[in-house]
């Protein structure tokens, strides 16, 4: 957060209406995501007790476990799923699963790891595509970690990512309270509808958690209905309890179902960002990688990650984390606003231009063309000693010459260099002209190296060594899931 | 009855007292300077009912299936004397523990009289630690005592304070899974403040019997259920910083005289019940004895406080509702039409200082966007 977005979330209490805090989209969207709605059993392990699914706004798929606590029923589940999740994979080129909230996407990893590990033969079999819904849920969740992708996303992370609410982040978790402070239905302010949107009869919650309430009052009479028949042979009896309890969880995830897809449509109406192509681009790589590692008969993901891998992973996220950071503010002047206010940017209206002039005092003659711009930004001493680059120009550096204050203002006077073309004479446009509004940082999205690390055969003693080459326990693919 | 236990009393009204546990100690001691919360636990109000009853129930419940799961795994490791404890103790902890007795200290002879429980669950404990055999002991629900504002609050934990060689540790059954090692870390925080809380308690408790307070150790032992199962596994908790937090949160709880001192005479929560107990007093006037006691709310109270849902309506145009770290950003400033009119230069502090700094950085923050986005803030 910053006084930017702060600020943003004060004028969305007086207007009660979310407030954009971006001018542009900085997730991508793919064509047919698959939206994935869990909802889990309370106060077990992760056990599912039903889903809602389908990269088709018209055709949800509903899959519910009359018992959750029942290990058969919810490797039934996890086979139903799996039959859904990887015919997506396979059919779609640029899958992306879209959750409802971050506890969705712990979910949805934590059902990864309760799955990837088991077997399709033996003893202990589960039935087939299992352990491969498992690995592909676990690959999905892994990539929510990693700043550059879309390829999982929550919902109500995207939102408030592109949205000021004028509640608190602790509200910001509830789909229902969010959507409605950013797309109130009409004759409602948006922080009336969010109100309306706390209340689980009207709203129920996004998952996957449910309302304790629904649990007491509807879903455990249902369940008892569906054991009652069960217990007793009543065919009949048990078709209608097991019908019950469906409609009773469709209630629950429907109104959640039409969320998501409204929240899709209204993400989509952003325009998107100029560097998320390139970062889907490398979000496909990755499934493209994973399908091969696949192919190939790799094992599944390590329960825990080994000390060289760990560190490489840590450093890789903060280098691309950094590299996203700059990114989204040369896409977006809302974000680029953030750096000017520390001091890291300024932007202004170039007043005056010399676009051909020329340096002579080395031994080659150069072009070095100066423009000046009056600026109200602030201009720190240390940006007017900095390398500087201008979004609109991400090839050409520029340095501060010269700065003399003028009043609330500041005329700077910055010399270029590179991005002109080989002559003399710089190519049209690649010099800013008077009157053009212009903006330079201190950043640079320039690619970085990333760090030097052992190879993981090179692990040093104090970190554990070489680690084992990761091979599958027979015990991990009979572990108890009850 | 002392003036206070009285007026306490009064505030409570004919309402059954509620008693306080580790886990609303542990939201009191989240948020200390509010004094709603710190009166209302003191007299023992019961939140969730006067919540409601004024048209602001609290916004969470419990699942039966969750209390069911909760109950079933801890009554499975209390099974038979705790004896799959015992196993995991020396087990996973390496602790070489020969035998344990169990000792249930729910009832006193059948004297359920808090003081008699506690004075009882004492002189136990303290003979515990001056025995020198080499067998541990499990005690079962400990009544425990701890001082919050100056006054003495009872807590019956679901507990075992496991005695070996004249250490405590402190035991805590909880039912969320601990998968690879790792749990839902709001959860494991939860836990660890509540061992702390029972820590402290265990301190308080022996002091009497000048009984040196390392004698509880500061590693407390949580049990859940590992990965996917229900099998219990135990892990250590270092609670040292836990329980710094508590100390110095529970020293700034003022002092419950103080704070009743502060409320308008004859003020009670009392709902009024006619002859067959059903209340009769109107919600609106309830509500106004509520607002006459002052709250600080933060929207963490959304997680851990009944009264959470009136006092966020009360809070409405305030930036605290925004959160803390909203707040900071907008300097501190308290009210949400303050911060805009800042922002819009309508109004310039005359004197240098924080606000004037504050201020300074809201017009640019406003200057910003109404640039970027072509609409005045």
Partial sequence: ?482 | MSGTEARLARVRGRALPRSHNARTIAALAANPGCARRAIMDAAGVDKQRIAAYTGYPAPFGQSRFALARGTAFEAQVKASGAAGLLTLLREHLDLPIPEAHYDDLNDVGGNTDLTVRYAATRQKLATAVTSAADAGTMFDHPLLRLEVGGRHAFLEPDLIAFQLRGRFHVVEIKSFAVIDGQADGDKVAQAAIQSAVYVLALRQALAGHGVAPETVADETILVCPKDFSSQPAATSVDVRKQLTVLRRQLSRIARIDDLLGQLPPGLTLDLDPDGAGVPQRKPAGLAAAIRAIDARYAPECLNTCEMCFLCRDEARGTTARLGRAAREELGGVEDVPAVLRLARGEHRPEEEGDLAEAAALLRSAAALRAEILGEAV
């Fill in chain 1, 1 to 482: 957060m910053s006084t930017l977005i702060s600020l943003a979330r004060a004028v969305a209490v007086e207007r009660e209406l979310a407030q954009p805090i971006r001018t542009v989209r900085h997730v991508h969207l793919a064509d047919r995501p698959l939206v994935f709605i869990p909802l889990a059993m309370a106060g077990e392990a992760n056990a599912p007790l039903a889903a809602m699914l389908g990269d088709d706004p018209a055709s949800a798929r509903l899959l519910t476990v009359a018992e959750p606590r029942d290990r058969d029923q919810r490797f039934a589940f996890a086979a139903e799923l799996a039959g859904i999740v990887l015919g997506y994979i396979e059919n779609s080129h640029a899958p992306q699963l879209i959750v409802p909230n971050p506890a969705g996407v712990t979910f949805t990893r934590l059902l990864g790891r309760s799955t990837r590990f088991r077997r399709t033969s033996g003893e202990w079999a589960v039935p087939a595509g299992v352990p491969l819904l498992g690995r592909w849920l676990t690959f999905f969740s892994e990539r929510y970690e990693h700043p550059a992708s879309s390829l999982m996303v929550a919902m109500t992370g995207a939102l408030t990512e592109h949205w000021a609410t004028g509640q608190s982040p602790v509200e910001d978790l509830s789909l229902g309270a969010v959507l409605g402070w950013v797309d109130p239905p009409s004759g409602m302010s948006g922080a009336q509808a969010a109100a309306a949107a706390e209340d689980p009869v009207v709203c129920p919650p996004a998952g996957p958690a449910t309302d304790p309430t629904f649990d007491n009052e509807v879903l455990e009479p249902r369940m008892l209905a569906i054991r009652t028949a069960g217990l007793t042979g009543d065919g009949r009896a048990y078709d209608r309890a097991r019908q019950a309890f469906d409609e009773a969880l469709a209630t629950q995830l429907t109104p959640v179902w039409a969320m998501m897809w409204r929240a899709v449509d209204l993400l989509r109406r952003v325009p998107e960002a100029g560097h998320v192509r390139q970062r889907w681009t490398d979000d496909l790589d990755a499934v493209a990688w994973h399908a091969g590692h696949i192919g190939e008969g790799g094992p599944p993901q390590a329960r825990r990650d080994g000390a060289v891998a760990a560190a490489r992973r840590l450093a890789n996220m903060e280098r691309i984390q950094e590299m996203v950071a700059v990114q989204r503010a040369f896409d977006d002047p809302l974000v680029m606003a953030e750096y000017r206010m520390t001091g890291a940017a300024f932007a202004g209206e170039v007043v005056h231009a010399e676009p051909d002039r020329v340096d002579g005092s080395g031994r080659r003659r150069v072009l070095r063309p100066r423009v000046t711009l009056v600026t109200s930004d602030d201009v720190s001493e240390q940006i007017s000693a900095s390398e500087l680059t201008s979004p609109a120009r991400p090839s050409q550096k520029a340095r501060v010459v010269s700065l003399t204050a003028a009043g609330d203002q500041c005329r700077v006077t910055v010399e270029l260099k590179g991005g002109m073309g080989r002559s003399l004479t710089p190519v049209p446009g690649s010099v800013p002209a008077v009157g053009e509004r212009v903006c330079y940082a201190m950043v640079s999205d320039s690619y970085q190296n990333p760090p030097a690390l052992p190879a993981p055969e090179d692990t040093p003693w104090t970190h554990g060594g070489p680690p084992p080459q990761y091979t599958p326990a027979d015990d991990e693919a009979r572990e108890d899931w009850s």
